[in-house]
């Protein structure tokens, strides 16, 4: 299921772009293994992999020009915990995760321990990204998602792929504080 939602979400983006320069066009990475799980902000600290997970991991490692910001590869999130700044995309995506955290209250790493959340999709140039959000005795993490509209959150990776394919933004609509 995951793999076809993917699929049409892709060819969806890569509608939006068919007009621009190739280097801006959406482009599928080989995927990378899953050898210890799914890394989370915290140095050294993975989550097992949900189903869903797994599926799109199986997929395709990084995908950029996704549908919020570059979606990010294992080896991607891994490459978060280091400050060897070799990697400009890592760097920039780092950089711009971190401003988001001290410039936006309510932005998910500033709510949750870093063990609760990966980096799921960022950006090195604007403030659009994915969190996904590890709640205990869930199969599948949330998705919180930050974009122009502002915040949004999904049940998992599935609900999340059926609005954007619908272009259904009322999950920016719905606050989760009082």
Known sequence: ???????????????????AEQALRPKMWPPTPLSHGI????????RPSSPMLEERFQLLGRWTTASHGHWLST?????????????????????MQ???AEGWPNDASTLFRPEQLSL????????ER??????????EPELWVYD???ESRYHDLAAYLQAY??????????????
């Open 1 to 19: 299921m995951i793999k076809t939602l993917i699929e049409a979400a892709f060819a969806q983006t890569a509608k939006y772009w068919e007009t």
């Open 165 to 178: 394919l619908a272009e259904d933004v009322s999950a920016a609509s719905i606050s989760w504080r009082a």
């Open 130 to 139: 994915i969190y996904l959000l590890w709640l205990d005795f869930e199969d």
């Open 39 to 46: 890394p989370t902000l915290a140095p050294g600290v993975f």
């Open 75 to 95: 080896a991607d999130m891994e490459a978060l915990w280091s400050d060897n700044g070799t990697d400009p995309f890592i760097e920039g995506v780092k950089q």
């Open 120 to 127: 799921f999709a960022g950006s090195e140039y604007s403030n």
């Open 98 to 100: 971190a401003a988001s």
């Open 148 to 150: 122009a509209n502002g």
